[in-house]
């Protein structure tokens, strides 16, 4: 069974650092692109970007490019989402999603979400 | 502002059919297949239909979707209370790093 199990709820302060993390299994880690969505309060779904585990490709949306970081750890089959600097505006709800192994296939798989509040 | 144009709300009384739309370009819906994703009040989103008119495992058959030109549409017959959230379109774009393009959503109400 394909599971994505994303770290808990967070709340910081602007200018303040995040990584948050997405433990993944019941599939082979390296042949599939795993990603991030962005959902802002009462808002639509936003595609952040996608990572291939096999060779650390990574892709940001235009919109997120230099904003955050998208990494793998292949010996624990997880993927991270990153920030250096919070600012309120990223307070949201973010995905975890597992593509194909083609970067243009759909979202499969979803995590649960986590929520993240930068608030001063 | 969204690169896929959806229309923001949709109703439809049990066991009436509902037909939302999905409008893009010729770089993404145009070149590209169209998935739709399900997202239920308080939960994650699910894969509802891929490759314009696939329906993942799980799907029930009243959900169908279609696509034409820079178009798509998204059925819901045998409509459900269950069936109550918002529906979002995607689609690939040919642009470089623009990628995966998000519709802004229609919220269905089932009256």
């Known amino acids: 069974e394909v599971q994505l199990v994303q770290s808990g709820a967070e709340v910081k302060k602007p200018g303040e650092s995040l990584k948050i993390s997405c433990e993944t299994s019941g599939f082979k880690f390296s042949d599939y692109w795993i990603g991030w969505v962005r959902q802002m309060p009462g808002k639509g779904l936003e595609w952040m970007g996608i990572i291939y585990p096999g060779d650390f490709d990574t892709r940001y949306s235009r919109s997120f490019q230099g904003q955050v970081t998208i990494s793998v750890d292949t010996s624990i089959t997880t993927a991270y989402l990153q920030w250096d600097s919070l600012k309120a505006s990223d307070s949201a709800m973010y995905y975890c999603?597992?593509?194909?192994?083609?970067?243009?296939?759909?979202?499969?798989?979803w995590g649960q979400g986590t929520l993240v509040t930068v608030s001063s | 502002q969204s690169v896929l144009t959806q229309p923001p709300s949709a109703s439809g009384t049990p066991g009436q059919k509902v037909i939302m739309s999905c409008s893009g370009s010729s770089s993404d819906i145009g070149r590209n297949t169209v998935n739709w994703y399900q997202q239920l009040p308080g939960t994650a989103p699910r894969l509802l239909i891929y490759e314009n008119n696939k329906r993942p495992s799980g799907v029930p058959d009243r959900f169908s979707g279609s696509k034409s030109g820079t178009s798509a549409s998204l059925a819901i017959s045998g409509l459900q209370s269950d069936d109550e959230g918002d529906y979002y379109c995607t689609s690939w774009d040919d642009n470089l790093n623009v990628y995966v393009v998000f519709g802004g959503g229609t919220k269905l109400t089932v009256l």
């Open positions: 999603a597992r593509q194909g192994v083609v970067s243009s296939n759909p979202i499969y798989y």
